[in-house]
Nanobody
Framework: QVQLVESGGGSVQAGGSLRLSCVAS????????MGWFRRGPGKERECVAA????????YYTDSVKGRFTISTDNAKNLVYLQMNSLKPEDTAVYYC?????????????????WGQGTQVTVAS
């Protein structure tokens, strides 16, 4: 099993920034890609960003390109999501996810482990 714990959520004004962190523990040697997903009010869960374990491949959904950056610190088993120029439509619960599949993967079904989520609220 792999445990994922997110942190860094909160409330910000539009245009502000937040950095989400996710620390992985347990049987992480089998994890080959990581992702950040979000579920906004009344919306389905969507992949915001994903990265291969080596960092050689990344994915961003169109709405966050140029504003969000995903990165990893494999030595510390951490994955980050730097979010800049936040908009009210970025308001959502953000989830960290880990996949045994080689990535980056953008579909929910590709992920084997999930964190509990952290709330991000962007006020206009």
């Amino acid at each position: 099993q792999v445990q994922l714990v997110e942190s860094g959520g909160g409330s910000v004004q539009a245009g502000g920034s937040l950095r989400l962190s996710c620390v992985a523990s347990g049987r992480i040697f089998g994890i080959n890609s990581m992702g950040w997903f979000r579920r906004g009010p009344g919306k389905e869960r969507e992949c915001v960003a994903a990265i291969s374990r080596t960092g050689s491949g990344v994915y961003y959904t169109d709405s966050v390109k140029g504003r969000f950056t995903i990165s990893t610190d494999n030595a510390k088993n951490l994955v980050y999501l730097q979010m800049n120029s936040l908009k009210p439509e970025d308001t959502a619960v953000y989830y960290c996810a880990a996949s045994k599949s080689y990535g980056p993967r953008s579909v929910t079904t590709a992920y084997d482990y999930w964190g509990q989520g952290t709330q991000v609220t962007v006020a206009s």
